[in-house]
């Protein structure tokens, strides 16, 4: 869905939550296929029997790209990714957990080096079906003013 929104319109605090989703086992070795990482942590059930968890975790890097998709509901023509920055995993994800992005808006700066241009932060927690944090980012969006604006 397309949602125009210019940098002055954010607001500090604004909080969006996505549906959830569940992983499973065939994420975990679909993810690790496109993305060569076969670390026995993911998928070597005998390996992780020895491991902390007992269990495969799904990777860090398939959490991203799924809790991160999910937000993707709103698409803002006015707004571009620059990055994402404070990426961390504090609980692992395993297959038949449901996993569902919370977005707020953290901050937003005038853009010094863009002009006509802000910075919005967003901050990303993705949270399983038990309210544990998995994964935590902050997206950095650089967002449009609106005409005349400096």
Known sequence: MEKVQYFEEYEVGHTRRTLGRTITEADIVFHAGHSGDFFPHHVDAE??????????????????????????????????????????????VFAGDTIRTTVTVKSKEVDEKRPGFGRVI?????????????????HILIVEMKEGAA
Request: hydrophobic fraction near 35%; charged fraction near 20%.
């Open 122 to 138: 967003e901050a990303k927690e993705v949270t399983n079906q038990d309210g544990k944090t998995v994964m935590y980012a902050e």
């Open 47 to 92: 390996f992780c029997k020895t491991q902390p968890f007992k269990r495969p975790i799904a990777h860090g890097t398939m959490t991203f790209a799924i809790g991160i998709g999910l937000t993707a509901t709103e698409i803002n023509p006015r707004a571009m990714s620059y990055g994402y920055e404070r990426l961390r995993f504090p609980t692992p």
